[in-house]
């Protein structure tokens, strides 16, 4: 499915592929995506058969009210891909995230679940591998630029301000990642029925500064069963905004890749304490029977840096700029 919607000179068109046993990539979605890296080799087949299969015990695992048997439900996965276009120029892959929906095979209803979920984005890609490493060769490397992640936070918050986003999901995303592996996290007695008891971290890495320019705010829970935290990414009321079955699809799906692609921190054999300090130096873990190639995973992230320099940034540098200021300014007169 494919919708197009204009914004002065941007055009966001969005598509959605299926994310099953048949899934391949396309030739625009990053190889770093989790659910890319997984699709390819001679394994290919049985590295989703069996990610769907985690995905869906987890799931049933945490929705375990009226379902003895663990298997009332299925989760239905699709790829949301979100291309722009600057002017007239040709399209650029901008983001690309995960629709969850839930099959209840009782009752045979499809109930909706969250967008968002993973998150993948060449432009981050950009930021991180170019612009970053860039900065640090001429300064500090505690320190970054000032306009650090200011153009993809202002190009993800206009998506989602815009009718192409607003017609095609009711509510706003959550982005659920890992927590970082250079921060301590300390466990508070807020508990959630679904989302598990909560940790705060001792200080912003990175990251959380990078999600907050996109608009969102970020809070930390392991959900029942989990061996570690998860940082969940969002905008509005992530406790009360969604459902808990909608929760949970969020929970067994970014988990399940977590598992998949941090075993040192989400396959570990013993679960965070009251004071957690994550570690992917960890050797007591466990590791799935699915393929994985970590390695590739940064190697590419260079790659498509560049790719993202060449194909979006330089050609649209000015146009850029000045839509960036127009939008600042918008912005402040709204908040006025």
């Not at 979100?82 to 120029?89: E, I, K, T």
């Not at 306009?147 to 607003?166: M, N, Q, V």
């Amino acid at each position: 499915m494919q919708q197009t919607t204009r914004t002065n000179d941007f055009t966001f068109d969005i598509s959605t592929t299926r994310f099953d046993e048949d899934y391949c990539p396309s030739s625009s979605s990053r190889g770093t995506t989790n659910f890319a890296n997984l699709a390819r080799g001679e394994n290919r087949r049985q590295n989703l058969r069996n990610t769907l299969t985690m995905i869906n015990n987890r799931f049933n695992d945490l929705a375990h009210w009226d379902n003895p048997s663990r298997d009332r439900y299925a989760v239905e996965i699709e790829i949301v891909s979100v291309d722009v276009h600057v002017a007239d120029a040709a399209a650029f892959p901008l983001i690309e995230v995960l629709d969850v929906q839930i099959l209840d095979t009782l009752s045979n209803v499809r109930i909706d679940g969250i967008v968002g979920n993973n998150f993948s984005s060449y432009l981050r890609d950009y930021d991180f591998s170019v612009v970053l490493p860039e900065h640090h060769a001429k300064a500090s490397r505690s320190s970054i630029p000032d306009d650090f992640g200011e153009l993809h936070g202002k190009l993800f918050t206009h998506f989602l301000d815009s009718a192409a986003y607003r017609e095609r999901f009711p509510q706003p995303p959550v982005i659920c990642i890992s927590v970082s592996s250079t921060k301590t996290y300390r466990r508070l007695e807020n508990h959630h029925p679904i989302l598990g008891v909560e940790y705060r971290q001792d200080e912003s890495s990175l990251t959380d500064r990078y999600f907050e320019k996109m608009g969102l705010r970020v809070r930390y829970f392991m959900p029942r069963g989990a061996v570690a935290p998860l940082a969940f990414y969002f905008r509005g009321d992530l406790l009360n905004d969604y459902s808990s079955l909608a929760l949970i699809g969020l929970i067994s799906t970014m988990e399940t890749f977590q598992k998949i692609y941090r075993p040192e921190i989400y396959n570990a054999n013993a679960a965070a304490g009251r004071i957690y300090r994550p570690s992917l130096e960890s050797r007591d873990h466990s590791v799935t029977q699915i393929a994985y190639d970590r390695e590739e995973r940064s190697q590419l992230a260079l790659l498509q840096g560049k790719f993202t320099e060449e194909h979006f940034v330089k050609p649209h540098q000015t146009l850029l700029e000045q839509w960036a200021a127009a939008h600042c300014e918008r912005e402040t007169e709204k908040h006025r």
